[in-house]
């Protein structure tokens, strides 16, 4: 049977795996699955609950995908901004008739 820190060293080996392989993906303009997202989220917390040093590409990852989300949240911002000049746009515009 293994040891804490065995496991979390095993935790660490596959959270560094996983998070090189998302980054090739995103690096390649491939589509990154939410349940490998999910994953290395948990990992990184469970070694940083556990007070165990989180490897470099992990941080790395978790990074890229945190700038990622913030990323597309503004796009998402930008068009309801849009829509909503459009929207005041069109009310404002001289009724015909």
Do not use: C, F, W
Not at 23 to 28: H, K, T, Y
Not at 31 to 48: H, K, M, P, W
Not at 52 to 80: F, H, I, M, N
């Amino acid at each position: 049977m293994l040891s804490k820190d065995d496991r979390l060293e095993q935790v660490a080996r596959l959270a560094d795996l996983l998070a090189d392989r998302i980054l090739n993906a995103q690096i390649l303009g491939r589509e990154v699955r939410d349940s490998d997202i999910l994953a290395l989220l948990e990992a990184s917390l469970l070694l940083s609950g556990y007070g165990q040093e989180t490897p470099p590409l992990v941080v790395q990852g978790v990074l890229r995908l945190d700038a990622a989300r913030s990323d597309e949240d503004a796009e998402a911002s930008d068009k309801e901004e849009r829509q909503d000049i459009e929207r005041l746009a069109h009310s404002l515009r001289p009724q015909q008739g």
